[in-house]
């Protein structure tokens, strides 16, 4: 991922669509379960193999350079986990489900990456583990022995990281634990391709003296993320998924994302008051056509702050 400018500017107030995490899900989940055996499977014979006959060799006593190269062998591995990944955590549950694109095609060979969080997990901090791989070419993906966590969370990320902007537009999805209660959750979503649609924003705020501030000017440093701003595709009222806040680039005051598919955004604001309070709140919902650029300037006001009960998750 591209942390050159910012790695703790980024949020994780992810949403979570088609995920069957739970027996009586709110959003449309679809919990899922191994279909049950009803007869004995039938006995696989055992092949009883034969000896190998040791090949008869043509070549000299000495191979010539030539010969040695062509018995050189090839490497016909594959570096990258295809379709599935076993997490090695040991535990019961999978996070598992099927990618497609917004024509409703399998997408093959989009990658898949799952961090493991702590309750206080973010900023890479608190990571339990972090696991990569690609859908197959039926779109399948699968993380296999999960850990249940107790207190924590889960991030899905399709065509993030290694992919990001190159064919699909970056998507994150959060689950949180309390809205996981089966073994099976199935997360099935649709990415965009990339249209060479861009973002270019200029935000500001007010804080509590009035005055008003570039929001990356921090009133002070913390050790927890002070100013974080996400693009979100879809609207306040109906989100899609984050874009992923750690993907963008600041030119002077000047926040730009590329690599987006066009369509239905809004932006995202949490950010730390010079008092020490911290609020968060949305933009109006806008559209940046395919292929274009869409400029915005927001100045953010009234934001209303962040429950106390709730956790600052980047």
Same mark, same amino acid.
């Given at each position: 991922?591209?942390? %050159? =400018?910012? !790695?703790?500017?980024?949020?994780?107030?992810?949403?979570?669509?088609?995920?069957?995490?739970?027996?009586?899900?709110?959003?449309?989940?679809?919990?899922?379960?191994?279909?049950?055996?009803?007869? $004995?499977?039938?006995?696989?014979?055992? #092949?009883?193999?034969?000896?190998?006959?040791?090949?008869? %060799?043509?070549?000299?006593?000495? @191979?010539?350079?030539?010969?040695? $190269?062509?018995?050189?062998?090839?490497?016909?591995?594959?570096?990258?986990?295809?379709?599935?990944?076993?997490?090695?955590?040991?535990? %019961?549950?999978?996070?598992?489900?099927?990618?497609?694109? /917004?024509?409703?095609?399998?997408?093959?060979?989009?990658?898949?990456?799952?961090?493991?969080?702590?309750?206080?997990?973010?900023?890479?901090?608190?990571?339990? *583990?972090?696991?990569? #791989?690609?859908?197959?070419?039926?779109? /399948?993906?699968?993380?296999?022995?999960? #850990?249940?966590?107790?207190?924590?969370?889960?991030?899905?990320?399709?065509?993030?990281?290694?992919?990001?902007?190159?064919?699909?537009?970056?998507?994150?999805?959060?689950?949180?634990?309390?809205?996981?209660?089966? /073994?099976?959750?199935?997360?099935?979503?649709?990415?965009?391709?990339?249209?060479?649609?861009?973002?270019? *924003?200029?935000?500001?705020?007010?804080?509590?003296?009035?005055?008003?501030?570039?929001?990356?000017?921090?009133?002070?440093?913390?050790? $927890?993320?002070?100013?974080?701003?996400? =693009?979100?595709?879809?609207?306040?009222?109906?989100?899609?998924?984050?874009?992923?806040?750690?993907?963008?680039?600041?030119?002077?005051?000047?926040?730009?994302?590329?690599?987006? !598919? *066009?369509?239905?955004?809004?932006?995202?604001?949490?950010?730390?008051?010079? /008092?020490?309070?911290?609020?968060?709140?949305?933009?109006?919902?806008? $559209?940046?056509? @395919?292929?274009?650029?869409?400029?915005?300037?927001?100045?953010?006001?009234?934001?209303?702050?962040?429950?106390?009960?709730?956790?600052?998750?980047?």
């Amino acid at each position: 991922m591209n942390k %050159s =400018i910012s !790695a703790s500017l980024f949020t994780a107030f992810w949403v979570v669509i088609l995920v069957a995490c739970q027996a009586s899900p709110v959003s449309p989940l679809e919990p899922s379960s191994e279909p049950a055996i009803t007869s $004995e499977p039938a006995a696989v014979p055992t #092949l009883t193999p034969k000896l190998a006959l040791a090949p008869t %060799s043509t070549l000299p006593a000495t @191979p010539s350079a030539e010969a040695t $190269e062509k018995l050189a062998p090839t490497t016909t591995t594959t570096s990258e986990p295809v379709g599935e990944v076993d997490t090695g955590m040991g535990g %019961s549950l999978s996070i598992k489900g099927v990618v497609k694109d /917004d024509q409703g095609n399998v997408a093959p060979g989009v990658s898949v990456q799952l961090t493991v969080y702590g309750q206080a997990g973010g900023f890479d901090i608190g990571v339990f *583990g972090n696991w990569f #791989l690609y859908t197959d070419e039926k779109g /399948d993906y699968s993380f296999m022995n999960l #850990l249940r966590l107790e207190r924590g969370h889960y991030e899905v990320w399709f065509n993030g990281g290694k992919e990001y902007g190159k064919v699909f537009e970056n998507s994150g999805y959060y689950i949180q634990d309390n809205e996981i209660s089966v /073994d099976t959750c199935l997360l099935n979503v649709i990415v965009h391709p990339v249209t060479g649609s861009t973002f270019s *924003g200029v935000v500001q705020y007010q804080d509590v003296d009035d005055s008003i501030k570039s929001f990356y000017s921090p009133a002070f440093p913390k050790s $927890e993320p002070g100013h974080v701003l996400s =693009i979100v595709r879809g609207t306040p009222n109906k989100p899609e998924y984050n874009i992923g806040a750690e993907y963008y680039k600041i030119t002077g005051n000047t926040t730009e994302w590329q690599g987006l !598919a *066009g369509g239905t955004y809004f932006l995202e604001f949490t950010y730390r008051r010079m /008092d020490g309070v911290l609020v968060n709140c949305k933009s109006p919902s806008f $559209e940046i056509p @395919p292929g274009q650029t869409r400029h915005f300037e927001y100045t953010i006001q009234d934001c209303p702050p962040v429950p106390v009960s709730e956790p600052v998750l980047p």
